[in-house]
């Protein structure tokens, strides 16, 4: 089956636009995960979905990002007012249910967003 | 506070050689220790994972040792091939943190012809 995508693959902005990012995880997959990566840096956890309501939210940096998933399936990460620091890979995650160890988490391939 | 600290940060490895990366973790309440392969421009996608009740698994040429009191857990690549060239993380997550992972900042292995 189809795995987990997102969208756009890339995105150039403007400081101080709004964005949003997409993503489709792999269907009947309960928990979705958003992780940021930086350049040569491993992903960094944003904020974690089980179902339609955000369970964790404690690593979005600041009240410019918030995410949802309103129908328990699609999620959109939205970034307001971007600064160029905003730059980097935003990794979107699904897994079965939210328990590591039995819901291995599968990635998408990112959107690479780059703040001008 | 880099709660999975991971080494080294690159490694250069001959086809059919052994490759070796190692982390460690802070935190005794992971549960779960995933170590997940990145290709450029590609998501990371899960190579092999280990609980810490056992202290090696291994699936085909990768395998993964695990040191609870040392806390520390190790990847080995036997007969490293062309193709294994790309980022490795270590991550490693519990219940306790709604199993979002935290990963080391990934080792980039080059394995020559």
């Known amino acids: 089956g189809a795995g987990v995508s997102q969208t756009p693959s890339n995105k150039v902005t403007e400081k101080g636009k709004y964005v949003e990012l997409r993503c489709d995880p792999i269907?009947?997959?309960?928990?979705l995960y958003w992780y940021r990566q930086s350049l040569g840096q491993g992903p960094e956890f944003l904020i974690y979905?089980?179902?339609?309501?955000?369970?964790?939210d404690s690593g979005l940096p600041n009240d410019r990002f918030f995410a949802v998933r309103p129908e328990g399936s699609v999620s959109t990460l939205k970034i307001q007012r971007t600064e160029r620091g905003d730059s980097a890979v935003y990794l979107c995650?699904?897994?079965?249910?939210?328990?590591?160890?039995?819901?291995?988490?599968?990635f998408g391939p990112g959107t690479r967003l780059l703040v001008l | 506070q880099q709660q999975v600290k991971q080494s080294p940060q690159s490694l250069i490895v001959q086809k059919g050689g052994i490759s070796i990366i190692n982390c460690a973790y802070e935190?005794?309440?992971?549960?779960?220790f995933p170590w997940y392969q990145q290709f450029p421009g590609k998501g990371p996608a899960l190579l092999i994972a280990?609980?810490?009740?056992?202290s090696e698994k291994k699936e085909g040429r990768f395998t993964i040792s695990f040191n609870k009191s040392a806390k520390q857990f190790s990847l080995h690549i036997m007969d490293s091939q062309p193709g294994d060239s790309a980022t490795y993380f270590c991550?490693?997550?519990?219940?306790?943190?709604?199993?979002?992972?935290?990963f080391g900042k990934g080792t980039l292995l080059t394995v020559n012809p």
């Open positions: 991550a490693a997550n519990s219940g306790g943190s709604n199993y979002k992972l935290t």
């Open positions: 269907s009947g997959h309960t928990a």
């Open positions: 935190n005794t309440a992971f549960d779960y």
């Open positions: 979905f089980q179902g339609t309501g955000a369970a964790d």
């Open positions: 280990i609980r810490p009740d056992v």
């Open positions: 995650a699904s897994s079965l249910s939210g328990l590591g160890g039995l819901g291995t988490q599968y």
